[in-house]
Each structure stands twice: as structure tokens, then as C-alpha cells.
């Protein structure tokens, strides 16, 4: 009983630092049906840029996280209108992973260049720091706090995506960009807007998953099959979605590594093939075809 | 017809050697016509001749390689598809493209053009079948539930330049009715590219036939519609008594 | 004659909404026959369910005798059983004569055919040819699909499907798109369609359903309203009410 | 009525369709083109043929996913399960029992094909992002299988000691790699011309379908993951063959060789060269693996902002890759021609 | 004439940071050395191998021979690229010092490989034999599941229990784990009073420390040691306070206090602005070098490259990390192993030496198959 209730509770930790680092590749995969393989990358440079903020220029924990997001986000939006801006559409996704692949490769051999190819590390806060207890369990309290983060960040999205018509928009623009503009869509605003939302959270979970997916120049590429297998599991493009495929990926793989440690990745992957099964188009239906 | 003489309700369209294609291949091959404000205009031809790209290139979806078009005055041929339906061009195109991955009443929302949510009532009024399924997919309809949701979401802007494309194809004659009705009713300019001869010759005040990217006549509906030779030559077509 | 598609208490509902309600009806060899019905009614349901496309939630299909209401909807195809789709759905970067040719090589069964030519595939180019005839392609049989105007690629569709030898051929709006003017053209090629199979038309063109149909099926919120010879149903007040309005004659 | 048909012949002749006539006739000449500049670098770069050869047994692994991506519309970073299977087979067979290079080609190809057709069927009723998921795990399992089977592999430390027989009883693979290369260009040779053969079967015409629309290929009649799993059967074959010719001509087998990375790197090579075009996957490779051979051996630092910004320019000037490029030269040639 | 070293490393890509290591201690000794031996210029050529990926490997070192005409080859950071050139330097008879790859098995596979660094046998039996003097009873390992992880567990299986421990849990984390809270619960619930753990330097170490830290084992008391790689001197600064006490053994410290050492350190900061990436590959490399250059003078110009290992067989010489000698049997270096923990050194984390355990030669070779 208390081994299942560790294997939760670690589960859903995991489970939520997974999701707060993949939600953005959710968002522009799924909304903007972007096969966004550089969303490590955006991630890794506000993780980078959160660690020199808090590290170099002394600034506290909560400034350098904005700061990260901020300066993340401005970077990006020139990348969104020379680059992006002429892959959308679906009939590009070959060229959007070539594009993204190759701006992938670029970020990380500048990153290299200009940080060293060393570990880099975010300060945390006194308050972050230590554990908290949750009955027979003590979890970092840093996790605690990305928990709260990813909630946060969960019923936002949900908001803004379902409830707005900025939601609305944008998933008309993205459904038929042409006939969204014949409509008076703006679309191209909107798509930089998006685009702008799904790299700052990119960013924001570069910054808070730092104390799990450390940073290094190759962040960039080493884990985004897991961001994939996130998104893919819940559906691309929902936010719940990413949220439960998060989750149940953080569960299934806790439990895998204590049960049976020596197949833990085995494990992992076995039930991802088995939830795909089950589920073909994600937890959520996703809404990229 | 209902446009009061001197009325200054906006809506005149002027299009003038309008010359456009996919790419570099050329479709139309300088078309000039105008529709004064409140004005109706059908826009007539075979299959293939380029009504659809002639309404196409007027909101922005195609290669345009000469030529101008002006709304009230205004030069629309620079602008971008969205700035030209904020300038009060709406659009029903032939293929519907209703946003599929939405609902029913959001595919509405796109059209509002920033009226309120309440107005929405006035399509389901218009279409109660609509009504019924503004729950469901888009994607979900059937065809002729995506033709009316297609034209309830243009009208919902309350364009000033309606431009429909083949709206009653896939609809029941009923159903035709109401729209053609409802249509009559609008105090709009609006251009129709129509298969049911009939019921556009006798909608419209005035007709433009196209072939092969070029205007090849154009007058007066009513005269069109008794004169059985122009019919058959540029449409082929002899219609019903 | 034979009885080709038997269809029994058909029903099919999404979630709550009832979309097909105890449908019945039987096509014979020589059927002309044309459903009709109000928008949303349940015409392109029915045809789904029947093709297999989605299954039903009651009811039994026969087709040719055989129980088909599980088979999958290739099997049904292959068994004879074809539709064409209210709208053109064709592979967009293959040319015209390509789709009519993988049309009739899958008809044949000769698609897993690894090592094998297309060209040199025998009788192929012959039929193929009749068939580009027949719709007016021929000069576009080179021409990728996706630059054809719509009305072809309507006449594409019907091709399509008669290049599958139906038994029973189901039309979804064929003419919807294609001009008054080019729509004798299909009308054309259903004459020429051998007697012994059974043709059922969903069309909204009343001049057309009239020049078609000998007999008229008319649906309306998923239930069978009433059905007749095309007189019958012109004057049949009902029919007026729900679908056809005040306008349209018979002729 | 007047004819439509003349009317629309016009329409049709002035969009008709001349990338594909020209695809033809491209791809007609490109096998043989391909076979003798092969010819032509054993000569011209004697010195090299150790990455000439990894370029020949590379290009067939990318072919492999040509076959599945560009004519079956398959999405997958998992082809290197198939490859890895198919080198780890050929270098099992090779150290325990026999060790002919054309017994160990069989092998491999026999392993990668039937992995493939048993994974194939598993997975290929999903499409997009989640069956490329399913592809990528499929591949860290079979990974993940050959680290753990450490007996027969070798497990991370790679399956050492594979020592092929001479070509035919004659041909030793010596250091200087020419037996090593002429074999893999060789096989090359086969596996394009056969590949082309397939792609241009009822069976190729089929696929295309099912990669554009696979609902209407079942409203002919056919079934779309039957075809599917077929190609990915046919195209496992190819990918377990490069992989057992590496193993013979690099005589070891590294988890890598199973790998995503390895995967991901396929599939940037193909869109390089351009999808769909069977010879765009030799280019592709050649190109990738030249270019980073050549900015590694200068700057091993950075040659990957190189290969990037690479990636970058050939998306936005050279859309359908390098191969679309050379199309377009060729018909902007043939236009002039016709014009003067 | 030319003598060309050919030297396959890293220098791009994820483990970039250990070519760098090589070529700046390439670099140092040829400062420090000179260029030339006798007649002969020493050159180095750099080929770049990014991942493991033997086939690679080989190629790139068949082109080394075949078009650069090395007369040694020298790098090799994973074990499959190292063994991957063994037909290669038998038929060319050309002697491969290997910098890093630790496999004991690989020394094995041909005559001519001689290797500078260490091999997990050889810095976990001593590890095993302090837990044990040290009256602990019950411990656990936890290795990452890849070949050099399983030697560690089954090096420190094999001691421990020879010396009168119990090991009650043997985990092999998958080498991409990112979260490690599993593990240490169950680490925690295993009842052990230590942990071996070994993972190969790089970012899932940082997440190991941390965890150890944040999961409550340091305070619950669970004592913890491991091969050096955990504490590798360029990953502390990331590490930061998580790593102070982390008790390791290995063979060299950035901090090892001995003359040579400073010169070396002394060196590097002249050289490369400062001694931050200075780590055990560094070692590795630079005293490779060191036997590259003995093989040469041994030759007297001429490079035969069974000889040349021949003569270097039995060789001791004082290095940066203490005393080496080759074992003229494995031709592996047998070493000092240090006992370290992690300090703050005016400020900076280093691994400060507690205690040395001199001659500690490679007892995994010729133990597996
Ligand atoms: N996307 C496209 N790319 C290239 N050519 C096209 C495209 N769409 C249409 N065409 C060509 O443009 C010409 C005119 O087409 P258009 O759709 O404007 O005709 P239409 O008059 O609307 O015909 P219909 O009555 O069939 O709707 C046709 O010859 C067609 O082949
Ligand atoms: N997948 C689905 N989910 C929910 N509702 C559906 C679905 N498919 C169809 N419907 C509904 O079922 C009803 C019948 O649709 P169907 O397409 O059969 O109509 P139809 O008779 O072909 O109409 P039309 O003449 O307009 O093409 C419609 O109201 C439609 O909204
Ligand atoms: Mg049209
Ligand atoms: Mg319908």
C-alpha cells in the first residue's frame, strides 16, 4: 500500500514536470499543426537564459524565470516570420521537421558556443529548496511547487484556448487559413500570438524542469521523444490531453523503474504502444489529423 | 429593387481588367464589371470558365497579375484577404470550407466580425437546423447543413459585398427557397455565381456571362432570361417555362 | 427479378440524435431508383451505413443474397457493391488516367503485384481508354487531379465507379458541381450502364432526379416518408412540404 | 452543346502535369547515372572508400525509408529498428555460423522484413504524430532488447568480431575497403533497380493512393494497411540488407545502429534529397554525409550550426530537395529547348 | 619525416566537452615536450566520432591509415568504437593507445592496444573493499544499464560479498532515465546501509546527485559511493552544494597535490585560460601521449607497431594523477586509486584526496568471456 501510494505520488510529480515541459510542443503541434522538433531547443535557451540571469546577473529565482520567458519569446518571434511563417500547413510537415531539425542544430551549436559545453544549473530559492511531506512521503518542494505551477498553467490554457474567441479563431485559422482570412482573421497576428504562447512555455518549462532534465548544449535533442510521446498520447492540441498523457507517462514510468528497474525503459515503451493502441489519436482526440 | 435611389448605403464594386491565375497560370484574362451599391449581380459561364476564380481573386485567394478592384472607391487589389473582409467583402466559396474541427456555433463566431455572441440567434432563424446541431462537429454536417452553415457564417458579418458561390448547390428546393428569400430581403450588393439559372436571372438585376477568363456579355438580368439564344450560346442551356 | 441490395430496419444514431430509424428497402436488378430528401435528413447516413463506412446500430443489409451488414466495406466493394462520393474525394496528385487504372487493377485483384509493369499490364490501356472515353477525359487523362476544375473531377468520380463493374452502383449527388449543361454527360453514361444492375441516386436536382429515377424513395429525418413512380411523388403533398416547395414540376 | 471536352483539353494541356513525365524519364537515367559516378569515385577517390562505402550501405537504409515514406506516406522515426535488426542478425549468423557476405545479406534481409511485417501489423492502423510515436517505440524496444540480450550482441559494447568471407571465395575485405565498396555499390545497384521496379508495380500505384487518400482506396476495394504493411514488409527487406551490409563491411554492430538518432538522421538525409524520387535518397545521402565528412574533418566544433543552417537553406530555396532542384533544371533546360 | 597520430574523439556532439579535454592535454604535452623527436615531427590528426557508433569508428580510422597514413591511432572514448578497430590495427600493425574507453575486455581483443585510463574493475575493487573495512554489512548498487555499468556491479558484487558484505539490491537504471526518485525509494526501502553507484559523467548524474539529496537518503543516513565519473571536476559547478560530501574513487582529482599535477594545471591555465574542464579524460590523454612519444623514441624513428607496444610493456613514469606503470600483461595502466569527497577549495567544489590506495592493476582482464 505505501509502495503504491510512493509510486503516486512520485508519478505525478514526474507526471506534471513532464507536462509543463511538453504543453508548448503541444500548442504548436497540435493548434498550429507545426511538427516543432526545435520546441527542446526554445526550451533549453530559456533555460540557459534563467540560469545566466539568476546565476551570472544575480537576479532572483521568480525575475529570472520572466526574464527567461520574456527574452525567449522575443527572441523566437523573428524566427516565426522569416522561418516559420513558410512551413505552416500541413502539407509541409516533411519540411517543417527538416527546418526545425536544422534550426535545432543551429541553437545548439550557438548555445555551445556561448555557454560551454558544461552542465548549467538554476539556482533554486531558499523557499524551493528541502522537502515537504505528504503523509508517509516527502517530495522536494520544488516539485511541489511545479505541481502548482503546471495546475496553473493547465486551467489557463484550457481557458484561453476553449473559452475565448481567441481560441476560436485561432483553430479556424489553422483548420483553413484561407478561408479564416476570407472571414477577416488576421491570421498571420494570431499564428505569431501562438507561436509566441507556445515558446514561452516552452521556456517556462525549460526553467522549472531544469532540476530534473538538466541543461546541457544536446537538451535540445535528447529528450524530445519524451516531449512526443506526451503529446502523442494526448492528443495533439489538447491541453487535458497533455496534461493525463503526462501523468499517466510519469505514473507508468515510476512505476516501471521501481518495480522492475532492470526493464524500466522496456517498460516504458511497451505501454506507450499499448495506450496508442488503445487510444490511436491520444487520451483527448487530438485535433492535428 | 430595394436599394433607394441616392441612398448612401455603401457597396459599389468596380472591378476593372482583372487579370488572375494560380500561380503563373493565367485564368482571367482582364474581366471588368461593376455593381453599383445594393446592386445584384450574377455571374454566369460553363464549367471551368472562372466564375469561382474570379470570386476568389476579388477576396485575395489568388495570384492577381493586373488590374484593379474597388470597393466604394477604395483600391481592395493590395490589400490581404483579412483586411478586405474588414473592408466588408464577405464570402461564400464553393467548397464551403467550413472549419471542420469546430463546431457548429463556433464556426459561426468566425463570421461575426466582432458583433456580439446574441447575434448568432439571427443564422439560427434564418437556418433552425442550425439551430438544432450548433452543438456538433462541423465536419459532422451534411452537405447541405455545411452550404447553409457556410452562408449563415458570411452573413453573420453583415458584409457590405456578398460574394456566394454556388450557395444552393446540395440544397433541398425548400431550402432553396428560403435562402433565395432571404437573400431577396438583404440590403447588400451582392455577386452570385449560380447553376440554377432560373432562380439567379430572376434574384439578380443584372447578368455577366464569362468564357475562358473573359467577360463575353453582359446586361440586364431581365432581358437574359427571355432571350433563349444567349442562354443556350454561353451556357448551353434552354430553361423551363 | 433478383432482388441485388436488400436493406432491413436499418437504424443508426450519433450519441442521441437519430439519423436513420428502421429503414427498409430492396433494389432489383434494373433498379433506377432515386432518394431524395430534406437536408440532413439521413441520405448520406444511409448510404454510409450500406457501403459499410460506418456501422449501423441495427438493421441487416443482404447483397446479393449474402448477409454483408459486418463485412468490411472493401469486401463489400469487391463484392459489387460501389459508391461515388457526394463530395469528389480523388488522390490528388495522381493524373487522371492513373486513378482509372488502379481503379481496374484493383478491381481485378492484381494489385499486390510487386514485380509487375502498369504499362505493360494487359488489357489495362484498353479498358482504361474506353473508360476515359466514355466521361469526355481523354484529353485530360494526363493531367494531375488536383489542377482539374471540379465539374471533372465530378465526372472523374462516376468513372470511377463504373470502372469497378458495380452490381449496384450508389450516385451521392453526382451532379452537384457539374453544370446543368454537362450533366446529360452523366446521365448519358448511366443509360449506357448494363440493364442488370441496380442504380440508387441521392440528388437534389429535381430535373435530373426526374429524368433519372423510375421510382423515388423519399427520406425525411431518418425515416422513409413515402415512395412512388416520380408522378407520385411530385404531387404528393408531403413531399412538397418537406422537400420539394412550391417551384418544382415534374416533367 | 459544344464539346466540353475540347474546351477542357486546352484547360488541361495548359496545367498538365510535366514534373511527373519528367520525374520519369529523371529517374530512367538515375540508376544508371548513379552506378557510374560510383564507378567514377573509386577511381577519382581511392582514398576515401571508407566513407564511400558508408555512403552506398547508408543510401540503401534511406531508400528503404523512401519506400515507406515517400510512396507509403508512413511516418516513422523507427526504420533503424529494421536496419539494426538486420545487421544484428547478419553479424549474429556470421560470428556463430556462417559467414559468406551473401549468406549474411539474406539473413539480414530476412530479419528486417519479418520484424518489419510483425511491427507493421501492430502498428500501422495509426497515422500521423501517433504512429510515428509507435514507430519510435518500436525501435527503443528493439534497442532496448539488444542491450539486454548482452550474449548474443554484445550488448553496448557492440557485437565485435564479425569477420566476413571473401566475395565469392575471392574478394577479401581488407583495410583498404575496395572490396568493401564495389560489394556495397553493388548491392546499391540491385536494391535501386528492384525498388524501382516495385514503385512502378499495380502494387507502387496502389501505395501512392493509400499515401494520398486511404479511405478511397477502401471505397475500390482495397484494404490501405494491407498495402501498408506490404510496403513496410518490402521496405524492412531494404533496410535489414544496408544494415547487414554494414556489419559485412564494417565488421561490428553498435546499439547505435538501432537507434533514433540513426533513424532521424535517415529521414533528414531523405528529405534532403528529396521524397518520392528513389535516386533523392542516394543524393540525399551522399550530399549529408559529404558535407558533414568534409565540415567535420575542418571544424569538428561546429560543423553542426553548418549542417543546420544546411537544413535551413535547403527548406526555404530547395523545397522538395536537392532532387527537385535538379528537376527544375532539367525542365527549365527542356523549355528552352522547345522554345527555340 | 611526419609521424601522424590519428586521434577519434568526440568533439562534436553531446560528449564534445571530451575531445576538447583530449586535444587541450594533446596540446600541453606537445608545449611542454616539443614537436619533434629526433628527426621526426609528431603530428596529430583529429577525426570526430559524436556518439558510439562503431561502424563510424572504424571508418574513420580505416581513412586515418589508408589516406593519412597515421602510424598510431589514439582517442576512443566509448568501448564499441574501440573495439570496432581491432581487425583494423592487426592487419596494419599499428598501435591504438586508447584515452578513455574503460571495458576491460577491449585490451583483449588485440595485441596492440595499450590503454591510459582506468577500467571500472579497477576503481571499484579497492571501493568495495573500504565499504567493507568500514563495517558496512548491506549495500545496494545501482548502475546505469550499459556495459561498463554491469562491470561496476559485477566488481562490486564480487568483492563485497568476498569481503563479507551482503548486496540485498542490484538495479541497472536505463541509461535515459531523467527522474530518479524511483530508484532511491527504492534504494531507501532495499534496508541498505550503502549504495555503489556508478553512471557515466554527464546531465542524468547531476539529477542522481540531486535526488540522493532531495529524496531524503543523505539524511536518513544512507552512506554513498561510486567511481568518480558521478563528481567529474566540469559538471560541480552545476552540481553545486548537492555534490559536497559525495565520497568517490578514482584515479586522478583536478586537486591531487602533487608537483606535477600543478605544473600541469599550471600549464593549462597559461594555455587555455583557465583549468575548469580539467578532468580525468585530460589524464587519459596526456599520459597517452606520453607512451605515443616513448613508442617513437623507443622505434628510433621507425614504427612497427607490435614492437612498439613491446617496448613500452613494463614502462613507469611519474603523471599528473601519481604513478603509472604498464602492465606489460593487460597493457593497461596499473595505478593509484584515490578515496575523495567533495569540498569547497577556496571557493571552488573540488574532489579533495582522503586516501590512497597505490597498484591497483585492471583485475577485470581476462575475467569475462
Ligand atoms: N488550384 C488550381 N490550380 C490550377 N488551376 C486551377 C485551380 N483551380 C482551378 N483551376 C483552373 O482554373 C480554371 C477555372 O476554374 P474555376 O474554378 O474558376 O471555374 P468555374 O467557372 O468556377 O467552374 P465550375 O463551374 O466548375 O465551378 C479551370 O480550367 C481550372 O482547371
Ligand atoms: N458523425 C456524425 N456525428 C453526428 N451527427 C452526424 C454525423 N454524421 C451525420 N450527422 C448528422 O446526421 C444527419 C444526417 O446527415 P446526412 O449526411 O446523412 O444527411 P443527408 O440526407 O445526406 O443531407 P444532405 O442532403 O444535406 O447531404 C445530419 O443532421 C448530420 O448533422
Ligand atoms: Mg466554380
Ligand atoms: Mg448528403
Known amino acids: 500500500m505505501e509502495t503504491m501510494f510512493g509510486i503516486a505520488v512520485d508519478g505525478v510529480a514526474y507526471g506534471m514536470i513532464l507536462f509543463i515541459i511538453s504543453v508548448g510542443l503541444s500548442v504548436t503541434l497540435g493548434l498550429m499543426r507545426v511538427v516543432n522538433l526545435a520546441h527542446g531547443a526554445f526550451a533549453m535557451v530559456g533555460g540557459y537564459v534563467a540560469s545566466y540571469a539568476a546565476q551570472t546577473a544575480g537576479l532572483p529565482y521568480g525575475v529570472a524565470l520572466v526574464v527567461a520567458v520574456a527574452l525567449t519569446v522575443l527572441a523566437a518571434l523573428p524566427l516565426e516570420r522569416l522561418l516559420y511563417r513558410r512551413i505552416y500547413g500541413s502539407a509541409n510537415e516533411l519540411a517543417q521537421v527538416l527546418l526545425t531539425i536544422g534550426l535545432t542544430f543551429v541553437i545548439v551549436a550557438g548555445i555551445n558556443y556561448l555557454f560551454g559545453p558544461t552542465l548549467k544549473r538554476i539556482p533554486l530559492p531558499e523557499l524551493l529548496t528541502g522537502t515537504v511531506e505528504l503523509g508517509p512521503k516527502a517530495i522536494p518542494t520544488h516539485r511541489a511547487f511545479v505541481i502548482g505551477a503546471g495546475a496553473a498553467t493547465l486551467l489557463g490554457l484550457w481557458w484561453l484556448l476553449e473559452r475565448t474567441d481567441f481560441g476560436i479563431r485561432l483553430r479556424a485559422a489553422v483548420d483553413d487559413p484561407a478561408m479564416a482570412a476570407a472571414l477577416g482573421i488576421r491570421t498571420e497576428r494570431l499564428y505569431l500570438a501562438t507561436f509566441a504562447l507556445g515558446t514561452g512555455l516552452a521556456a517556462l518549462g525549460g526553467v522549472l524542469g531544469a532540476e530534473l532534465l538538466p541543461l546541457e548544449p544536446y537538451y535540445a535533442i535528447r529528450y524530445i521523444v519524451l516531449f512526443l510521446a506526451v503529446v502523442a498520447v494526448g492528443g495533439a492540441g489538447s491541453i487535458f490531453g497533455s496534461a493525463a498523457a503526462a501523468l499517466a507517462l510519469g505514473i507508468v514510468d515510476t512505476a516501471g523503474k521501481y518495480l522492475i528497474p532492470n526493464f524500466g525503459e522496456f517498460f516504458f515503451y511497451a505501454a506507450l504502444i499499448l495506450i496508442l493502441f488503445r487510444w490511436p489519436h491520444g487520451f483527448f482526440k487530438g485535433r492535428a489529423a | 429593387m430595394p436599394t433607394d435611389p441616392g441612398g448612401k448605403s455603401p457597396g459599389s464594386l468596380e472591378v476593372a481588367d482583372l487579370r488572375a491565375g494560380y500561380g503563373k497560370t493565367l485564368i482571367l484574362d482582364g474581366i471588368s464589371f461593376s455593381v453599383p451599391a445594393g446592386g445584384r449581380l450574377a455571374l454566369l459561364g460553363r464549367n471551368g470558365v472562372g466564375k469561382t476564380t474570379t470570386l476568389a481573386t476579388l477576396v485575395g485567394q489568388t495570384t492577381r497579375h493586373g488590374g484593379g478592384i474597388r470597393l466604394d472607391g477604395v483600391e481592395l487589389g493590395g490589400m490581404s484577404s483579412s483586411a478586405r473582409a474588414a473592408a466588408g467583402l464577405g464570402y461564400v466559396p464553393q467548397t464551403r470550407d467550413i472549419f471542420k474541427s469546430l463546431t457548429v456555433e463556433e464556426n459561426l463566431v468566425t463570421g461575426l466580425k466582432g458583433r456580439p455572441r446574441c447575434a448568432l440567434e439571427e443564422a439560427y432563424t434564418l437556418f433552425p437546423r442550425l439551430g438544432e446541431r450548433r452543438r456538433n462537429g462541423g465536419g459532422d454536417l451534411s452537405g447541405g447543413e455545411q452550404q447553409m452553415l457556410s452562408v449563415a457564417r458570411a452573413l453573420l458579418g453583415k458584409p457590405t459585398v456578398l460574394l456566394l458561390d454556388e450557395p444552393l448547390e446540395g440544397l433541398a428546393p425548400v431550402i432553396c427557397d428560403t435562402l433565395m428569400a432571404a437573400l431577396s430581403g438583404l440590403d447588400m450588393t451582392v455577386v452570385l455565381v449560380e447553376q440554377q439559372v432560373d432562380r439567379a436571372l430572376e434574384f439578380a438585376d443584372r447578368v455577366v456571362f464569362l468564357d475562358r477568363g473573359r467577360v463575353v456579355h453582359a446586361g440586364p438580368a431581365a432581358q437574359a432570361r427571355t432571350d433563349t439564344a444567349l442562354l443556350e450560346r454561353h451556357l448551353g442551356v434552354v430553361l423551363a417555362a | ?251 | 452543346m459544344t464539346s466540353v471536352a475540347e474546351r477542357d483539353g486546352k484547360g488541361g494541356a495548359m496545367t498538365g502535369h510535366p514534373p511527373l513525365a519528367a520525374r520519369r524519364e529523371l529517374d530512367w537515367i538515375g540508376i544508371p547515372l548513379i552506378a557510374a559516378a560510383g564507378l567514377a569515385a573509386y577511381w577519382l577517390l581511392p582514398d576515401d572508400l571508407a566513407l564511400l562505402t558508408r555512403i552506398a550501405a547508408s543510401a540503401l537504409f534511406v531508400l528503404s525509408l523512401d519506400l515507406v515514406l515517400g510512396y507509403g506516406g508512413i511516418a516513422t522515426l523507427g526504420q533503424a529498428a529494421m536496419f539494426g535488426t538486420g545487421a544484428y542478425a547478419a553479424g549474429i549468423v556470421a560470428v556463430n555460423w556462417n559467414n559468406d557476405p551473401f549468406a549474411m545479406l539474406a539473413v539480414g534481409g530476412l530479419a528486417g522484413g519479418l520484424l518489419a511485417l510483425v511491427t507493421g501489423a501492430l502498428i500501422l492502423h495509426a497515422r500521423g504524430l501517433t504512429l510515428l510515436m509507435l514507430t519510435i517505440a518500436v525501435g527503443q524496444i528493439v534497442q532496448e532488447v539488444a542491450n539486454k540480450a548482452r550474449d548474443w550482441t554484445g550488448g553496448s559494447d557492440g557485437l565485435s568480431g564479425i569477420d566476413p568471407a571473401p566475395v565469392l571465395g575471392m574478394f577479401r575485405f581488407d583495410m583498404f575497403g575496395h572490396t568493401s565498396y564495389l560489394f556495397a555499390l553493388a548491392v546499391l545497384v540491385v536494391g535501386l533497380v528492384v525498388a524501382r521496379r516495385i514503385v512502378r508495380s499495380p502494387f507502387g500505384l496502389a501505395c501512392r493512393g493509400v499515401k494520398e487518400d486511404p479511405l478511397r482506396i477502401s471505397a475500390i476495394g482495397g484494404s490501405p494497411k494491407a498495402y501498408l504493411v506490404v510496403l513496410y514488409a518490402v521496405a524492412g527487406v531494404f533496410a535489414g540488407v544496408a544494415g547487414a551490409l554494414t556489419a559485412v563491411t564494417s565488421g561490428i554492430v553498435g546499439l547505435d545502429s538501432t537507434g533514433f538518432s540513426w533513424s532521424a538522421e535517415a529521414l533528414v538525409m531523405l528529405v534532403l534529397g528529396g521524397t518520392g524520387r528513389l535516386y533523392g535518397a542516394v543524393i540525399g545521402t551522399a550530399a549529408f554525409m559529404g558535407v558533414h565528412h568534409v565540415l567535420a574533418a575542418n571544424d569538428p566544433y561546429h560543423w553542426m550550426a553548418f549542417i543546420g543552417l544546411f537544413l535551413i537553406g535547403i527548406v526555404l530555396f530547395l523545397p522538395g530537395g536537392i532532387v527537385s532542384g535538379v528537376e527544375r533544371l532539367g525542365r527549365l533546360r527542356r523549355g528552352k529547348e522547345g522554345g527555340a | 619525416a611526419t609521424i601522424k597520430v590519428g586521434v577519434v574523439a568526440p568533439f562534436s556532439g553531446p560528449y564534445g566537452v571530451v575531445g576538447k579535454t583530449f586535444r587541450e592535454a594533446i596540446e600541453i604535452y606537445q608545449a611542454e615536450h616539443g614537436k619533434t623527436i629526433g628527426n621526426d615531427t609528431v603530428e596529430f590528426i583529429y577525426k570526430d566520432l559524436d556518439q558510439a557508433n562503431p561502424a563510424q569508428s572504424k571508418a574513420l580510422s580505416q581513412e586515418l591509415i589508408v589516406k593519412e597514413k597515421v602510424s598510431f591511432l589514439a582517442g576512443y572514448f566509448f568501448t564499441p568504437d574501440a573495439l570496432a578497430v581491432a581487425p583494423l590495427i592487426d592487419e596494419a600493425n599499428i598501435p591504438c593507445v586508447i584515452f578513455n574507453a574503460a571495458t576491460s575486455a577491449i585490451t583483449e581483443k588485440s595485441p596492440r592496444y595499450v590503454r591510459t585510463s582506468f577500467t571500472l574493475w579497477q576503481n571499484t575493487v579497492p571501493l568495495a573493499e573500504y565499504m567493507a573495512k568500514q563495517g558496512i554489512r548491506k549495500a545496494v548498487s545501482a548502475v546505469s544499464d550499459y556495459g561498463p555499468g554491469i562491470d561496476g556491479e559485477t566488481a562490486f558484487k564480487t568483492t563485497f560479498e568476498k569481503h563479507g558484505g551482503t548486496v540485498v539490491d542490484t538495479i541497472r537504471m536505463p541509461m535515459k532515465s531523467t527522474d530518479f526518485a524511483p530508484f532511491m525509494q527504492r534504494i531507501k526501502d532495499s534496508g541498505a546501509e550503502a549504495v555503489y553507484a556508478f553512471l557515466p559523467a554527464g546531465p542524468p548524474t547531476l539529477a542522481f546527485a540531486k535526488a540522493f539529496n532531495d529524496t531524503g537518503l543523505k539524511a536518513a543516513g544512507i552512506k554513498f559511493f561510486g567511481p568518480g565519473d558521478l563528481t567529474q571536476e566540469p559538471d560541480l559547478p552545476a552540481l553545486g552544494d548537492a555534490a559536497l560530501g559525495i565520497t568517490t574513487f578514482f584515479n586522478y582529482s583536478r586537486a591531487h597535490d602533487s608537483a606535477k599535477n600543478k605544473a600541469f594545471l599550471a600549464k593549462h591555465q597559461e594555455m587555455f585560460g583557465s583549468t575548469d574542464t580539467v578532468t580525468f579524460s585530460s589524464v587519459g590523454a596526456y599520459d597517452g601521449v606520453h607512451v605515443i612519444y616513448q613508442m617513437i623514441r623507443n622505434g628510433g624513428g621507425k614504427i612497427d607497431g607490435a614492437k612498439a607496444v613491446d617496448s613500452v610493456k613494463g614502462m613507469s613514469w611519474e603523471s599528473p594523477r601519481g604513478p603509472l606503470t604498464i602492465d606489460p600483461d593487460s597493457r593497461h595502466v596499473t595505478q593509484t586509486i584515490y578515496l575523495r569527497t567533495v569540498e569547497k577549495v577556496d571557493g571552488k567544489l573540488e574532489n579533495v584526496e582522503k586516501e590512497a590506495f597505490p597498484n591497483q592493476p585492471d583485475y577485470g582482464y581476462k575475467l569475462g568471456k
Open chain 3, 1 to 251: 427479378m433478383t432482388a441485388l441490395l436488400e436493406v432491413e430496419g436499418l437504424s443508426k444514431n450519433f450519441g442521441g440524435l437519430q439519423v436513420a430509424s428502421d429503414l427498409s428497402m430492396t433494389l432489383k436488378a434494373g433498379d433506377r431508383c432515386a432518394l431524395i430528401g430534406p437536408n440532413g435528413a439521413g441520405k448520406t447516413t444511409f448510404v454510409n451505413l450500406v457501403t459499410g463506412v460506418i456501422p449501423p446500430s441495427a438493421g441487416t443489409i443482404r447483397l446479393d443474397g449474402r448477409d454483408v451488414t459486418r463485412l468490411p466495406a472493401a469486401e463489400r466493394v469487391r463484392l459489387g457493391l460501389i459508391r461515388s462520393f457526394q463530395v469528389a474525394r480523388l488522390f490528388k496528385s495522381m493524373t487522371v488516367r492513373e486513378h482509372l487504372e488502379l481503379a481496374v487493377l484493383q478491381r481485378d485483384r492484381r494489385t499486390f503485384r510487386l514485380f509487375a509493369t502498369v504499362a505493360r499490364t494487359a488489357g489495362l490501356a484498353d479498358e482504361v481508354a474506353e473508360l476515359l472515353g466514355s466521361m469526355g477525359l481523354t484529353p485530360v487523362a494526363h493531367t494531375a487531379v488536383g489542377s482539374l476544375a471540379y465539374g471533372q473531377q465530378r465526372l472523374l468520380e462516376i468513372a470511377l465507379a463504373l470502372a469497378m463493374k458495380p452490381k449496384v452502383l450508389i450516385l451521392d449527388e453526382p451532379a452537384a458541381g457539374v453544370p446543368h449543361s454537362e450533366s446529360q454527360r452523366i446521365l448519358d453514361a448511366i443509360d449506357r450502364l448494363p440493364e442488370d444492375l441496380a442504380v440508387l441516386m441521392i440528388e437534389h436536382d429535381m430535373d435530373l432526379v426526374f429524368r433519372f429515377a423510375r421510382t423515388i424513395v423519399v427520406l425525411a429525418q431518418g425515416r422513409l416518408l413515402c415512395s412512388g413512380t416520380a408522378k407520385e411523388i411530385a404531387a404528393d403533398p408531403r413531399v412538397r412540404e418537406v422537400y420539394l416547395g412550391s417551384r418544382t414540376n415534374a416533367h
